[in-house]
């Protein structure tokens, strides 16, 4: 495993759903690590496991675009060391990876 793998998005930023080569339905990325900065609906950050209130039905960001997405959310890009072979593999990963780095 490549230590470039974003193992806490508090550095290493959330994904941007609307880029290219992220999975259309996956959301991992929004759903297994924290976040620590506030938005809107979620005023003190997001835990980990818990999926970001921003996502909306088709699991994208309905704050993409906007200045209210968090720095991290816009950093991270998709990578396969990351992403994996489908949703199920990626929330474990970034699951484990949220455990493994948890303070
Ligand atoms: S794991 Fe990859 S495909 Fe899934 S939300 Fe994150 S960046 Fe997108
Ligand atoms: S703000 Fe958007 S990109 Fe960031 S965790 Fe929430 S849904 Fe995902």
Do not use: W, Y
Not at 75 to 96: F, I, K, Y
């Amino acid at each position: 495993m490549s230590a470039a793998v974003p193992v806490n998005i508090e550095l290493q930023g959330l994904p941007a759903l609307a880029v290219s080569g992220c999975r259309d339905g996956c959301a991992a990325c929004c759903i297994a690590p924290s976040i620590s900065t506030a938005m809107p609906k979620m005023p003190h950050g997001k835990p980990a496991g818990v999926p970001c209130a921003h996502l909306d039905q088709q699991l994208r960001c309905e704050l993409f675009g906007l200045p209210q997405r968090p720095a991290v959310c816009r950093q991270l890009r998709p990578q396969p060391s990351m992403c994996l072979g489908n949703r199920d593999e990626a929330l474990a990963e970034l699951s484990r990876l949220e455990a493994a780095t948890a303070p």
